[in-house]
């Protein structure tokens, strides 16, 4: 038989795959995302309620009658907090301290408002301004330390 008289037919492709189901590692990358967008999820909500509690801590231990009692409470605060990151850090005393507290950058405590910590616990009298200056300052450094930043 020649080749001409064969009966042959041309080749049909089959049809192109449906995009439904997908192939098992597109499965395995959605369950990865998933995976992932779970864990940032979780991570994000606890990292949440931890702040919410050391804010809380911070707010009831440093609440007091007396404005000196307020300052002397903050102050407990800020040494505990900083005892977390450097176990010689709540020792120090005076202007190293405060300096301490400022960390690499910012003043706001060796030459700020911060410096009622020296001796605010020890004034006879303390305006509620000065005081109004220093809480959400003290506030601030407490979570940055008790989050691990210096």
């Known amino acids: 038989m020649s080749p001409a008289e064969l009966p042959l037919r041309d080749v049909h492709l089959p049809p ?3 995009w439904w189901p997908p192939a098992p590692g597109w499965w395995w990358v959605a369950g ?3 995976l992932l967008v779970l864990a940032v999820f979780f991570f994000v909500r606890r990292r949440r309620a931890r702040l919410r509690r050391w804010e809380r801590l911070f707010d009831t231990d440093s609440a007091a009658d007396d404005n000196a009692a307020r300052i002397a409470a903050m102050s407990v605060l800020l040494r505990r907090a900083a005892r977390r990151l450097d176990p010689a850090a709540d020792t120090l005393q005076g202007d190293a301290w405060l300096h301490w507290l400022d960390g690499r950058k910012g003043t706001e405590f060796s030459q700020g408002a911060g ?3 020296l001796d605010g ?9 000065e005081l109004a200056a220093l809480a959400p300052l003290a506030r601030r450094r407490f979570l940055q330390l008790m989050a691990g930043r210096r």
Do not use: Q
Request: glycine share 12%; proline share 17%.
């Open 121 to 129: 616990g020890f004034r006879p009298r303390i305006e509620d301004a």
């Open 115 to 117: 410096r009622l910590l």
């Open 32 to 34: 990865a995302l998933l």
């Open 16 to 18: 192109p795959p449906g």
